[in-house]
Structure formats: C-alpha cells, structure tokens
C-alpha cells in the first residue's frame, strides 16, 4: 500500500497555463504539507494544513492555492504558470502535534516542467 | 544566519568505512532532529530521528545530538554502494511542525 501518493507524476505544461497537483496519504495522519525541490536540490516548505485548516503559508505567490478537502487529501492548484515555476513539487505528512510525534513522510513527487 | 547548515561538500567514502555527516542548526528552541536520505530522482526517505542528547542507534545508522552545541551528526558504519545518496538533516521546534532543512549532503560509497 501507498502511504503517501501524489499525481501526476509529470507535469509539463507552457507558461500561462493553470494546473493541479493531488495528494493523498493512507496513514491516518492529520498534518499534510506542500514542499518545493528545486535544481538546487533544496527542500522548502510551502504549506501545511491540520485537520483541514491552513497552518503554515510560506512566503508563495498568491497563484499557489492548496486546497484540503478532508484531512486525507491536499491539493495544489497553480495559475499563470511561469518558468520559474519548475521544480519537483513534494507532499508530506505527519501525525498530530498533539502527539508529539513529528516525523514527516513524503510522497513521491510531482516534477513540474513550464515551457 | 541559516537555520539549518550542512557545509561539507560531496563525501566519497570506501565500501566498509565510517562516513560521518554533521548538521548546526541556529534555533536554540529547537526539540527534534531528523535525517531523510535522498536517491537521485527519489523522494525524501526518513531514516532516523532524534530527540535528546546523546546517541541512538538504529542498525548500521547512528544519531548524535549535542544540543548545547546545536549539532546533530549521523554516522553510517560499513557502507554500502547503496549508501549513496543526499542526506537531508531536518529539525523543528516543539510544538511546531514546520520542518527546517538543510541543503544537503552527497555521499559516494566506492566499491
């Protein structure tokens, strides 16, 4: 079983376009999270939602939009997609602060290619 | 000032040695430590983590954490070729589940 699954696995799209990416985790937890992965290699979160409610909101574009229809899924929409925009997107989650446990488990990522 | 810090280049390593990483982190408030390691094309894979001082040991993986110093370590004993990866250090504040990571260490095991 997939504990944490992300679609599409690819995405390659042209500038100005608007896309989604999925997210579900099969692990009861109640934390999830977007990250970005950049050519660099560096992992930066974007944002996190608890029980469906936004928790973390980095400093990202207003064209980002997660969305956390229930605790098991987020979401990401992007508008106006820009060059920039190409990295390996990552969702994570983790189970409640509340029980002390922080541990975040990834997904396999959605690579984002804007032409 | 970075808040999670990983200054050593690429480590290449012979098959059976110690490669040895280190990680400083900047927030004294600071309570869990992570490593995840990284396969080229792969996702973040959590292999150890770490919440008070001293040692822990899972397999052939060791933790150390020295919080008076801000440094968390991670020992890897008798490498394998499959050793090879980026290893990410992580750490967050208690009660905050907002994960710092550092850039990363590249690690070649040489068979």
């Known amino acids: 079983d997939t504990a944490v699954s992300q679609t599409p696995k690819y995405l390659v799209t042209q500038m100005g376009n608007d896309k989604s990416i999925k997210c579900e985790q099969n692990l009861g937890h109640d934390t999830m999270y977007w990250y970005k992965q950049d050519s660099k290699k560096f992992l930066k979160i974007m944002f996190s939602y608890n029980n469906k409610e936004l928790i973390i909101n980095e400093t990202v574009p207003n064209r980002f939009s997660p969305k956390s229809p229930d605790k098991a899924h987020l979401n990401l929409h992007i508008n106006s997609l820009e060059l920039g925009d190409s990295a390996v997107y990552f969702c994570a989650s983790s189970q409640d602060l509340l029980a002390g446990r922080y541990e975040q488990y990834f997904g396999p990522g959605t690579r984002l290619t804007v032409t | 000032q970075k808040e999670v810090e990983q200054n050593s280049g690429p480590l290449s390593v012979p098959e059976g040695a110690i490669a040895s990483l280190n990680c400083t982190y900047s927030?004294?408030?600071?309570?869990?430590f992570f490593w995840y390691r990284q396969y080229s094309g792969k996702s973040p894979e959590l292999i150890m983590s770490i919440y008070s001082n001293g040692d822990k040991e899972d397999g052939r993986f060791t933790a150390q954490l020295n919080k008076a110093s801000q440094y968390v370590s991670l020992l890897i004993r008798d490498s394998q070729p499959s050793d090879s990866a980026t290893y990410l250090c992580?750490?967050?504040?208690?009660?905050?589940?907002?994960?710092?990571f550092g850039k990363g260490n590249q690690v070649v095991v040489i068979p």
């Open positions: 927030d004294r408030g600071s309570q869990s």
């Open positions: 992580a750490v967050n504040r208690a009660g905050n589940n907002r994960l710092a």
